[in-house]
C-alpha cells in the first residue's frame, strides 16, 4: 500500500515537473525572443539615430519618404583653410589630427559653407575624386599639433560665390534607409545602402504591416515649429527639417509554439544637432 | 538480535519521501535558476541600453559644458578641460584647426580661430561627441606711427663721430622712396641738433608737439600702456622678471621660451639664415631699476620698449622698434635695422667706444640706424598678434559641424 501511494505521489510530482519544465522552455524561448526583438529595435534606434544626429544643413537631408530617407553622413568635418585656383577644383581643409580614413567612394562628395550665422548657407555637394596627403601646413599657416590639411579635389561645380579661408567644411557619403527583401533572408529587412554599394539587410526581420501605422519602418518630419510636414518631402521642406521620428517594429526570426513571432515597437524622436536654429 | 537489526530502521526514516522531497528541491532550484538567469539578462540589457543613452548625453553636456565655462572665462586655448557629468569624469580636448587672417573691422583688428572639441569620458571608455567652434578675438591696433630711422622727441641730440643715421633708400631693406633719416616732434629745436648733417634724408619735424609724440608714434598708447602688452617683461612691470643685473644679453641660441632669445634678425646676423627663431618677432619690454640704465648687447627682433635710461653696446643687432623713455646713449658698432625711437636725450656714440657693463672697450666701426619699412611692419604685426593672444575670446555662435566618434 505504502509503495502505491508513493508511485503516486511519484507520477503526481512528474507531471508537474514536466508541466513546470515545459512551461519554463516555452518562457525561456518567449523572453529569448522578446530580447531579440527588442535589441533589433534598440539597435536600429540607436544606429539610425545617431546618424541622424549628426546630418548637416542644406542638402544634408537628400529625401525623406514616409519609409524611407536618404541623408548625407559626414565622416569628417574641417574648415576651408586655403583656396588655390579660386576652389574650381581644390580645397585645403584642416581637420582633427588622426581622423578616419578620407579614401573616396564612387559617391563620397562634399559640401561647404559660405557665410556665418543666421545668412549661412551651403554649396552644392561635390564628389570628392582625390584625397592628398597629410601636411603639417596649409597656405601660409603652421597648423597647430592637434590638426592636420590635406588637399580635396573635386568634380562639378560648388556654386555661387566661391568660399573664403575658415569656412566649416564637411567629406560625406551618402545613406540611405528603406526596407526591403534579400536573397538567403529571410522576411522584410530595414536595409541600409552606403555609397555606391547596394543595400544592405541592416535589422530584421520587422512587420510588413498592413496598414501604414503597421508599418516596419516609418519616419515622420517635423519643421522648426513642431508641425508635422508632408510626405514625400519637398525640396523646400527637406531643409525645414529639424527634427524626425522614427518608429521601428521588430519581429523575433520565429515564433514560439504555436504563437506568431515577437513583435517589439520602439520610437524615437531625434532633433538634427547641425541644424540648431532657424 | 532482533533489537539490533530494529535500530537501523528507526521510525520515519522508511519509504522514499526525502529523496522525493530533494528531487523537488534540485527541480525548483533549476526552475528559479533559469528565471534569474533570464531576469538578469533583461536587466544587463537595459542597463546597457540605458549607460550607453546616458553616456552620448553626458559626453554632449561635457563638450557645452566646457564651451559655456570657455565663454565665461573668455579664454580658449589647445588643451584638455576637465568636467564632471552626475559623478563621472569627462575631459574636453580643444584643438586649433585654423587661426583665420587678422581682419579689419571698423578700428578694431579681429581675429577667428576655429577650435575642434572632442569629449571623451575620462576612463576612455563610452561614446565620444565632437563639434566645432568659432573663438572671436578683437583689440585696439597696435598702430606704429614710423616713417624713419629715428623718431625724436627731444632737443638733446647728440651725434657726435662718425655715427650716423641712414634712411631706408636701400631698396633690399623694402623702403621705397625717399624718407626723412630723422622725424622729430614739432616743439624740437633742430639747430641744436649737433652734427645733423650726418642724417642721410635730412630731419623732418612732426605736426605733433613733445608732449603727445610719444602716444603718436606708438599709436594711442604710451610707453607703459604698450610695455603690458609685452611677451617678455623685465623690471617692475606686472608679471615680469625681476632685474638682477643691468647688463642684458639677448642670444638666439637660447631655447624659444628663454626669456634672453629675443627672436634671429635674419639679414643683420648670417647665422639666422637657418635659425626658427628667424620668423619670431617678440615684444619685449624693460624698465630700469630707479637710478640704473640699462646695457644692453646681443641680438633680437620685434619691438623692444625700455622704460628708463639705456644704452645699446658695441654688436648690438636688432630689427624693428626699439623704444627708449629714458636717456639712451648708442655706441659704436651697433645697428638697428627698423626705427629707433627716443624719447629724451639721445647720445650717438663716437665709433671707436663700446661700454659693456662698466668696461669700455675700443672697437671699430660706425653705427648704423637703417629705416626699414618692413621690419617696422612685421615688428608691429607681431605686437598686434600678441595683443590677440592675450585678448578675450569671446563665442558669438553656436558649436557646429557635431559628429559622433565612431566607436
Redesign the interface.
Known sequence: M?LLV?LL??GL?ALV?FQ??QG?GR??AI?GAR?EV??NA?AVV?LVG?EL??VPGGAGLVQGTEDSLTIRV?RV???L?AVPGGGATTLQV????GG?DLTPTDSTGLAVQIG??AGATWTNGVRLTAVGPKQTS?GP?T?????EAHTLTFSGSLGGTAPD??A?V?VYDPVTYRTGTSAGVDGLWIQRRSGGSGSQPFAGPINEGSTADSKGLRFAYFDETGAMLATPLSAADRAKVRRIRLVVRTLSSRGVGDDAAQEQTDSIDIFL??R??P | MRDSKRSFHRLGEQGVALPLALLGLVVVTILVTAALMTSSTEVALSAAHEAGTRGLYDAETALEHTVARRAAAQAITDASYPDTVGGTPYSVAAAVLLKRPIIKVDSFLVRRTSYSLVSAPGSGRGRRVGAMVDAVQQILPFGLHITSGAMVGTDNVKLPGKSYVITGQDSSSCSTGDVSGMVVAADVDTSKIGMADEVIGGIEQSSVDKLGFASFVLGGRSPDQAAMAASIKWGNLPGARTLTTNNLYSDPTLPRDSWMNWGCPAGIILSCATDPDTAYYPVVAIRANPGSEIHLTGSGQGVLIVIGDARLNSGFRYKGVVVVTGNLTVNGGTSVLGSLVALSDLTLQDSTYSTSGTTETAISGSGEIRFDRCSVQRAQDAANGLLLDSAPSAFPEPTYGWFEVVR
Open positions: 505504502e508513493a505521489i511519484s510530482l515537473i513546470l519544465l519554463q518562457f525561456v523572453q530580447e527588442q535589441q534598440r540607436e545617431g544626429r549628426g559626414p568635418w574641417g574648415v583653410c584642416s581637420m582633427p589630427a578616419p556665418t550665422g596649409c599657416t597648423l597647430a599639433a592637434g590638426a579661408a575658415g566649416p564637411y544637432r547641425n540648431v536654429g
